[in-house]
């Protein structure tokens, strides 16, 4: 079934700025993880939002998401050099809701390169907000061959009308 026309100019310019702030938000992750910018980065998530790291932790709400930051995993990740790639991502819209998917990947600095030390699929559950696109939930889970990860990268349910 083909998605509904959307008739107005408006209308469309909205999608398509709603799009590109979502693709804005998710491409900031990286770099402030990097840069060790914990609390800028919690600032992605809605304030009672949830970061789901499948098999390490969950954390919840800004002080709970700024810990995965400056917490000894990610410390010793950026001591030895990292970068974290995400991208790019699939966004499906449905009003003042998103969900974004696609992976990530996490180098380390090796002391003469770089090596892959982890990739994952992940699903961005996002909502608008008075200030903006948030993240509600983030799941990740490493690409293994699970089915979990598979379902994080498969697209929504599409709803069918009543």
Do not use: K
């Amino acid at each position: 079934m083909a998605p509904p026309v959307t008739d107005t100019i408006e209308a469309r310019l909205r999608i398509l700025e709603d799009r590109e702030a979502i693709r804005a938000l998710v491409a900031e992750y990286g770099p402030l993880a990097d840069a060790g910018e914990a609390e800028a980065l919690a600032a992605l998530w809605a304030a009672d939002g949830e970061y789901e790291v499948v098999g390490f932790a969950t954390a919840r709400g800004h002080a709970e998401i700024a810990a995965l930051i400056t917490g000894p995993v990610h410390q010793g990740l950026m001591v030895a050099g990292c970068a974290h790639v995400l991208g790019p991502i699939a966004i499906d819209l449905d009003g003042d809701r998103a969900t974004a998917r696609g992976h990530s990947l996490v180098l380390r600095f090796t002391g003469s390169g770089f090596e892959v030390h982890r990739v994952s699929a992940n699903r961005w559950t996002l909502a608008r907000q008075p200030g903006g696109w948030r993240v509600v939930h983030r799941a990740n889970t490493l690409l293994d061959g699970s089915q979990a990860a598979r379902a994080l990268l498969a697209p929504p349910t599409v709803r069918r009308p009543s």
